[in-house]
């Protein structure tokens, strides 16, 4: 099983999409580890985005996703930080599938109002910087043997 760090960004909580973006992960099957809804400052932000410090974005990106609330979730799942990826589309809406969160949700690339871990080494260091180990929630819902062979 493997764990990736989720986030419905500013734009998509404004939206109202929280819901819709809990329930496609639902409905895939994968099991929700841990949640809370938070203002990020704008330091947590730049720790969060500190690889993308050298694109001219990062400054204003970084701004952006502290101006407001933000559902931070982890999600676990066989292979989830790439099946996640998938759902969530391309980083530019308009090169997202139809189906995909992305594609089916947002326009632009500025406000595609979701985050999800690239790696399952970058899933590891992000949930690390969002949660405490207590946070996390160990449980098996009774639906794992109808989901998993
Ligand atoms: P992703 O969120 O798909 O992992 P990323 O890590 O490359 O994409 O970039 C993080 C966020 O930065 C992305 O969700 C939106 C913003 N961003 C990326 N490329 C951008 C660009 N060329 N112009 C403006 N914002 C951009
Ligand atoms: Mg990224």
Known sequence: MERTFIAVKPDGVQRGLCGEIIKRFEQRGFRLVAAKFLQASEDH?????LDLK???FYNGLC???????ILAMVWEGQNIVKLGRVMLGETNPADSKPGSIRGDLCIDIGRN????S?????????IDLWFKAEELVSYTP???PWLYE
């Open 113 to 116: 109002i979701i985050h999800g």
């Open 142 to 144: 009774c639906a794992q």
């Open 54 to 56: 050298d694109k001219p």
């Open 118 to 126: 690239d790696t399952l080494e970058n899933a590891k260091a992000e």
């Open 45 to 49: 932000m730049k720790k969060h985005y």
């Open 63 to 69: 701004k952006y996703m502290s101006t407001g609330p």
